[in-house]
C-alpha cells in the first residue's frame, strides 16, 4: 500500500489511520511503507510474485523460488518520509533460502524552540527494521516461508527540547506466506500472506500499546504464455491482489503487470485503491544487464504529490552466480 497517514504525519506517534478506507488506531504504521521499484511499479500487487530479495517485504514465501544470491539496495522518497533498505538472499540447497534485511526509515528535523520562538535544539525521529527470512519449496509447486522482524522506533533531541517526550521503543512481528503454482500449464501462481503479525508497540505503558499493522494479501501471478508466441522475445505478467487488516475490515485492491522485452528493459504499471496517500496509478522501468538490474517507480495522486513531490522508489538488484 501506499504511504500511509502514520508516515506522512512523522509515524512515531499514535495516531489515527486513513489506509484502506478505514479509521483506526494502529502502531508502527511505517511497516505499511513499500519496498521495492519493481512491486510498486506495479500497483503493489507482489504477494504471488517471485520478486527474489523482493519477496522479504512482501510474501517470505517468493525466497523460496530464487536458485542464485542476491543483493538489492532500496531507496524511496516523498514529500515528509525518506526510506531505505539493503537485504541479501542466499539459497542453501535443499535446506531452502535464507535472507536478511534492514530497512531504515527517516521522518525528518523538527526544530524545537522556546516560548519566544527561539530555537533551542532539534528534534528527530527515526525508526529501524531488522529482518530475517527462510523459506523452502515442498516439491515444484509451492513454497512457504516465515519473516520474523525487530522494530525499533525512536524520538530523540539534540540541545534542549523542554516538554518533549522522547523515547526509543522496540517490539518484533512475524510474516508468514505461502505460493502455490495452481494450474497445469504452471503459468498461475497463487500468494497468500499474513503481514506484521505481532506484539504492540509500547510507546509509555501498556495502557498506550497500539497495534502493528497486521494486514493479510492475496491474490494471482499470471504468466501469459500467449504474448510470447505472438511476439517473440516479449514475455507478460498480469498480478491481481486484495489486502484487507488482520480482522478482514477494510480492503484495498492491486492490479498491474510488467511486459520484459529480449529480457533486457521492462515497463510495468499497476493501480491500487484506498491507499493511505490517495495515489492510485504507478508505472515504472527496469534495466537488466548480466546480473546487473535497475528499477524505477513513481506513483501518482495522493498527498505527497499534491505536496510537490510524488512518491519515487529506485531499486538497484545484483546477483551472483
Not at 536478511?100 to 535544539?121: C, I, L, R, W
Not at 515442498?138 to 522494530?151: C, D, H, L, P, W
Not at 522501468?285 to 513513481?298: I, K, N, P, V, Y
Request: charged letters at 15%; hydrophobic letters at 45%; glycine letters at 14%.
Amino acid at each position: 500500500m501506499a504511504f500511509i497517514c502514520a508516515a506522512l504525519l512523522g509515524g512515531a506517534w499514535p495516531v489515527v489511520a486513513c489506509a484502506q478506507g478505514s479509521v483506526a488506531t494502529e502502531g508502527a504504521l511505517f511497516l505499511l511503507v513499500p519496498v521495492g521499484a519493481r512491486t510498486i511499479a506495479q500497483g503493489q500487487a507482489g504477494v504471488a510474485s517471485r520478486f527474489g530479495a523482493d519477496g522479504v517485504f512482501w510474501n517470505p514465501a517468493a525466497t523460496g523460488w530464487v536458485t542464485r544470491r542476491e543483493l538489492t539496495v532500496d531507496h524511496g522518497s516523498n514529500a515528509f518520509i525518506t526510506s531505505d533498505a539493503i537485504s541479501a538472499l542466499v539459497p542453501v540447497g535443499m535446506a531452502g533460502t535464507l535472507a536478511a534485511a534492514v530497512h531504515y526509515f527517516n521522518f525528518g528535523d523538527q526544530t524545537a524552540t522556546d516560548e519566544f520562538g527561539n530555537s533551542t535544539g532539534t528534534i528527530y525521529a527515526r525508526a529501524m527494521v531488522l529482518g530475517g527470512t527462510y523459506a523452502a519449496t515442498f516439491g515444484e509447486r509451492v513454497s512457504a516461508g516465515v519473516s520474523y522482524k525487530y522494530i525499533r522506533n525512536e524520538q530523540s533531541c539534540g540541545g534542549a527540547c523542554a516538554g518533549l517526550q522522547t523515547y526509543s521503543i522496540s517490539t518484533t512481528a512475524y510474516d508468514f506466506g505461502v505460493q502455490a503454482v495452481v494450474d497445469t500449464a504452471r503459468k498461475i501462481t497463487a500468494g497468500i500472506a499474513l503481514r506484521n503479525a505481532g506484539f504492540g508497540l509500547q510507546t509509555v505503558d501498556r495502557e498506550q500499546a497500539d497495534p502493528l499493522p497486521a494486514r493479510v494479501h492475496a491474490g494471482l501471478t499470471w504468466d501469459v504464455a500467449g504474448v510470447a508466441r505472438a511476439a517473440p522475445g516479449v514475455s507478460l505478467a498480469l498480478n491481481g491482489e486484495v489486502v484487507t487488516k488482520s480482522t478482514f475490515r477494510g480492503v484495498s485492491y492491486r492490479v498491474g503487470g510488467e511486459a520484459w522485452f529480449a529480457d533486457r528493459f521492462a515497463v510495468r504499471a499497476g493501480f491500487i485503491t484506498n491507499s493511505g496517500d490517495r495515489s492510485n496509478a504507478a508505472i515504472g522501468f527496469g534495466l537488466r544487464q548480466g546480473t546487473l538490474g535497475l528499477e524505477f517507480a513513481r506513483t501518482f495522486g495522493g498527498e505527497s504529490a499534491d505536496a510537490g513531490s510524488p512518491p519515487t522508489y529506485v531499486t538497484l538488484r545484483i546477483g551472483f552466480k
